[in-house]
């Protein structure tokens, strides 16, 4: 079993959409969560960035996190086009030097 | 501010070659972590600088190595390569070894290996 478990995709949805990516882990030591975003052929961008339990919420984007249940989501309200690339969840522990990533959710926003 | 930079965007090597991958962290960064990231998977962590020395290592074999200078730009090394090496080789630079949740990824290099 992986560490975190992200469903790859592929996600299509029309332009407006609310969209809900989500990730599972088992490693109950993991204390920070985050949401990068990969366009093709560039390097991953931090999203969003929790510590522990609860949500966050940055213009258009809110992460939340349920360490209870080990799930971890990541909301796009009003989706565009300019939005589809691959999300990638990711996970440190406390004190780790390491940041474990998903397999990334390849996202389609339709115009 | 600059960026992380890394060189070269892409190379064709083929089995039991050696590669030298070169990686210059963002202004202010003091530690760089190596991951590879195969088509259609998620970033693999191969190991961190801090200060010029190996900080920590994920599940590869030693003839993945690096080295970090003293302005704390990078290189990974790959011996012997073989073809499941083929990937996405980026590198992140930090503001320190430990849960600072951001990495500052590069564009990466893409290997081939034939």
């Known amino acids: 079993q992986k560490e975190v478990e992200q469903d790859p995709g592929p996600l299509s949805v029309p332009e407006g959409a609310i969209v809900s990516l989500n990730c599972t882990y088992s490693?109950?030591?993991?204390?920070?969560f985050m949401w990068y975003r990969q366009y093709s052929r560039k390097g991953p961008e931090l999203l969003m960035y929790?510590?522990?339990?609860g949500n966050k919420e940055d213009g258009r984007f809110t992460a939340q996190v349920d360490k209870s249940s080990k799930y971890i989501s990541l909301f796009i309200r009003d989706s565009q086009p300019s939005d589809s690339a691959t999300y990638l969840c990711?996970?440190?522990?406390?004190?780790?030097?390491?940041?474990?990533f998903g397999a990334g959710t390849r996202l389609f926003v339709k115009a | 501010e600059t960026g992380v930079t890394q060189s070269p965007t892409h190379l064709i090597k083929t089995r039991g070659q050696q590669v030298t991958l070169r990686c210059s962290s963002q202004?202010?960064?003091?530690?760089v972590s190596w991951y590879q990231q195969a088509l259609g998977q998620g970033p693999q962590f191969i190991f961190q600088?801090?200060?010029?020395?190996?900080?920590g290592r994920g599940n590869f074999p030693p003839r993945f190595s690096g080295l970090q200078f003293p302005n704390y730009s990078s290189e990974l090394n790959v011996n012997a390569l073989e073809l499941d090496d083929s990937a996405l080789y980026l590198c992140?630079?930090?503001?320190?070894?430990?849960?600072?949740?951001?990495?500052?990824f590069g564009e990466g290099s893409r290997l081939t290996v034939l």
């Open positions: 992140a630079s930090s503001a320190g070894t430990k849960n600072t949740g951001e990495l500052f």
């Open positions: 490693n109950s030591a993991f204390q920070y």
């Open positions: 929790t510590y522990s339990s």
């Open positions: 990711a996970m440190q522990g406390t004190g780790g030097f390491k940041t474990i």
């Open positions: 202004s202010g960064h003091n530690t």
């Open positions: 600088y801090y200060r010029e020395e190996e900080n």
